[in-house]
């Protein structure tokens, strides 16, 4: 019974505290966290609730002595080290806080997950060539080299390394292509930043694959938003082919150009679709915006 209560007062206790910190009331909340503590030193729970209020209040100096005693306790324990950077880097310290953020690769049973972890505190912080060295390692030594890629195409795009962000981006549809949707989603949520769209036309061009359709579709994507559309028309007839989709992409690629008011250049796509796929179950859908791509460019035309 006795032990029950205790449990209760505890779960009580943690309740009221994360409600004081909710509301901003860091000072009552860390009175309750700190009693908690005492009781048992070693739970994490505690420690990382005394990391966040420590950390709202500027109480640094406390804030260390704890993280320091738990990795005497518990050398191993990676998200401790991450945190006692992150302190030293708010401490105004950022040469002692990469001399801890680096201690725990300098063992020899290193996970390379643990580039991840502590990459994510420094990022927290905006070191960020810290965390791209850390993202850069853990790629070199990790099985799931692809995660990393897109850490560092993040990275590198809030840097404004556009180049290297391309490069990344390359690695990843190189290695598996199946991630074209989502690398496209990533791309495009930048490209309208001074000097993305020209750094990534000019490396995806570079490393791009004919074999591998997923560079064509983010090349074309690219071309277009660069208005190459003559570019894009010429890949999108590459990827029609090659799929066998009986002019779909061209079909889509046409309702843009037509959406673009690039009126000429739709009504002769929709009519290379007639020509090339006769039997085409678009083809109804084709002629029709061939006839409507015609009379909006004479009715330009003509005003």
């Not at 009221?16 to 908690?36: M, P």
């Not at 994507?221 to 190459?228: F, V």
Request: negative net charge; aromatic residues 14%; hydrophobic residues 35%.
């Amino acid at each position: 019974v006795f032990s029950l209560q205790a449990q209760q007062r505890t779960e009580q206790k943690i309740a009221l505290a994360q409600s004081y910190e909710q509301i901003g009331d860091y000072n009552s909340a860390v009175k309750l966290y700190e009693e908690l503590y005492q009781t048992e030193p070693g739970n994490s729970l505690y420690i990382n609730a005394l990391y966040r209020v420590y950390t709202q209040l500027k109480n640094y100096a406390a804030l260390v002595n704890i993280l320091d005693e738990k990795i005497k306790q518990n050398p191993d324990d990676i998200e401790t080290y991450g945190m006692l950077g992150s302190t030293y880097y708010l401490m105004g310290n950022e040469e002692k806080a990469v001399e801890v953020w680096k201690k725990p690769f300098q063992s020899g049973n290193k996970n390379s997950m643990f580039y991840r972890v502590i990459g994510n505190y420094a990022l927290e912080r905006r070191a960020f060539e810290v965390a791209i060295d850390l993202y850069e390692q853990g790629k070199n030594s990790s099985e799931d080299k692809i995660l990393y890629s897109f850490d560092l195409a993040r990275l590198y795009s809030l840097t404004m390394q556009f180049e290297k962000a391309a490069q990344e981006y390359c690695y990843i549809l190189s290695n598996q292509p199946s991630q074209q949707q989502v690398v496209e989603a990533h791309v495009f949520e930048n490209i309208n930043r001074p000097g993305v769209l020209d750094a990534f036309v000019k490396v995806i061009e570079d490393c791009s694959d004919n074999n591998n359709l997923s560079f064509s579709f983010l090349l074309a994507r690219l071309y277009s938003e660069k208005k190459s559309y003559q570019k894009a028309y010429e890949i999108y007839l590459y990827i029609d082919e090659v799929q066998s989709s009986k002019g779909r992409d061209l079909y889509n690629f046409a309702r843009q150009m037509f959406a673009e008011k690039e009126y000429k250049l739709s009504a002769e796509v929709y009519k290379k679709i007639s020509e090339l796929y006769p039997e085409s179950p678009i083809i109804s859908q084709a002629s029709l915006g061939y006839a409507r791509s015609l009379e909006a460019s004479l009715l330009e035309g003509y005003e």
